[in-house]
């Protein structure tokens, strides 16, 4: 029991589907993020919400949509995906933004395959 | 630049002995944190260790302990008496307090305890 749970697991779509992600978090914590898992790459953070407001958004294509309607969900909305949009899909959440010391912690991951 | 690197993309150790992973890192703050994370097959990011860039102590948990050399700016993780579940991917994470405390992840290092 990670206190992050996501939904699906996994999630085959073709390009012009429309899906959603979603991820919850049993922890307490004020700041929830999305990252994008592809082999052999650094994780690439994609976006990050504090107390349900999005802070930051990593220059990702508009075909990616989140939402956090509280601070204990988040959801990133699918739209018109491509084949290299192919990966393991991270939520994570922490304590907060400012505090340095305190670590992100992840749900298992939703792994998508766009056909 | 890369933030952090990881520059063992896989190792081996044989079960009950000690291995150390690399990590080096790269930042002009003065605050900032470390951390490590392990990633099973299943997908879920685990935090093991944090060290902070203010700690004169090198951080320990359990069988993990962080070898932190500040001057040369690596935060080495070492894992002894190496069990079987210890088979997994590690990242290496810096948090720097001057960009909003945004975490970095390095590529990885694929571990694999032989028995």
């Known amino acids: 029991e990670t206190g992050v749970t996501q939904t699906p697991r996994h999630l085959v779509m073709g390009m012009t589907n429309k899906k959603s992600l979603k991820c919850e978090q049993h922890l307490g914590h004020n700041a929830m993020y999305w990252y994008k898992q592809s082999a052999k790459k650094p994780l690439e953070l994609m976006f990050v919400y504090s107390l349900e407001e999005r802070v930051e958004n990593n220059s990702v294509p508009s075909r990616f949509s989140p939402e956090c309607p509280n601070s204990s969900h988040l959801f990133l909305h699918l739209h018109t995906l491509q084949p290299e949009d192919s990966a393991l899909y991270l939520c994570?959440?922490?304590?907060?933004?400012?505090?340095?010391?305190?670590?992100?912690?992840f749900g298992d991951g939703t792994r998508l395959s766009i056909l | 630049a890369q933030k952090i690197t990881q520059t063992q993309p896989g190792m081996f150790v044989q079960e009950k002995e000690a291995v150390t992973l690399d990590c080096t890192y790269d930042?002009?703050?003065?605050?900032?944190?470390l951390f490590w994370y392990k990633q099973p097959s299943s997908g879920e990011m685990i935090f093991l260790i944090y060290q902070g860039s203010y700690d004169e102590q090198n951080a320990t948990e359990g069988r993990y302990s962080l070898n932190f050399q500040k001057a040369r700016k690596s935060a080495n993780l070492v894992i002894s008496a190496s069990q079987l579940g210890d088979s997994a991917m590690y990242f290496c994470?810096?948090?720097?307090?001057?960009?909003?405390?945004?975490?970095?992840f390095g590529t990885g290092t694929s571990l694999t305890v032989i028995p």
């Open positions: 994470a810096m948090r720097e307090a001057n960009t909003g405390n945004q975490f970095y």
């Open positions: 994570a959440s922490s304590r907060d933004r400012v505090s340095g010391n305190q670590p992100q912690h």
């Open positions: 930042t002009s703050d003065q605050s900032y944190g």
